[in-house]
């Protein structure tokens, strides 16, 4: 009897530290898995507040590059015709003098249309918008955007010719398009004078190729080759 009673007891202890460690790993298990959710929580936050840095560092950068170039290139001309007119005021034509003035005029007015596209821009990325791909007339935003720099052009004698097809439909975002072309067209601008720039278009294997053509001096090969190469870097 007493062997059995000992047995008995044994086996009592025994199915009793099971069920407790039984109990305990389950507690420890549940522990865990709540540890887990908190971290899966903490990580998805994380790469949440990752990505919107980022977002906001590309859009700090597009705006450091649109300021430095879609407004501060309408400014400098807007500052080089004023101080010729005030350096040749007493030699100059009146005809010549209202001609600078109404340029001038459509200069600003053209910075002032790019900067509430640029402010629209700003506000829609603030708001975690985004863009989206609609069809693009070629030939009219070309249009536009020698509209928008026209008045320059015409300051320094230079002429600018739409050579691409009429009713060229593409689907793309249309303002970094405007932006695009209106940025290749300045910088042709910039570094020609009493030239002709010619703007063209080639589509080839489905893909639209867009050139834009001056007389300038152009860049070095070792000039293009870090171009390049701090592209590639980036």
Not at 197 to 207: E, Y
Request: aromatic share 8%.
């Amino acid at each position: 009897f007493m062997v059995i009673a000992f047995t008995l007891l044994v086996w009592g202890i025994s199915a009793w530290r099971n069920y407790y460690l039984q109990v305990r790993n389950q507690v420890l298990q549940k522990t865990v898995d709540i540890q887990l959710q908190e971290i899966n929580l903490q990580k998805e936050k994380l790469e949440a507040q990752l990505e919107k840095l980022e977002r906001n560092y590309a859009m700090k950068n597009r705006l450091i590059s649109m300021i430095g170039h879609d407004i501060i290139t309408p400014l400098r001309f807007m500052s080089n015709a004023g101080n010729k007119l005030l350096q040749y005021k007493d030699s100059i034509s009146k005809e010549t003098y209202n001609d600078v003035i109404k340029t001038m005029v459509e200069t600003g007015n053209n910075l002032k249309d790019m900067s509430t596209n640029m402010l629209n821009w700003i506000k829609h990325h603030s708001q975690g918008a985004s863009f989206d791909p609609e069809a693009v007339d070629l030939y009219e935003a070309i249009q536009q955007a020698l509209a928008n720099v026209a008045p320059m052009a015409k300051f320094r004698s230079i002429a600018i010719q739409n050579d691409c097809e009429k009713n060229v439909q593409l689907v793309q975002y249309a303002e970094p398009i405007k932006n695009m072309l209106f940025q290749l067209l300045s910088n042709s601008i910039k570094y020609c004078n009493d030239c002709t720039i010619h703007v063209s278009s080639k589509i080839q294997d489905q893909r639209l190729q867009l050139f834009v053509k001056d007389e300038g001096p152009g860049m070095t090969e070792a000039q293009v080759e870090h171009l390049v190469g701090s592209k590639r870097s980036g």
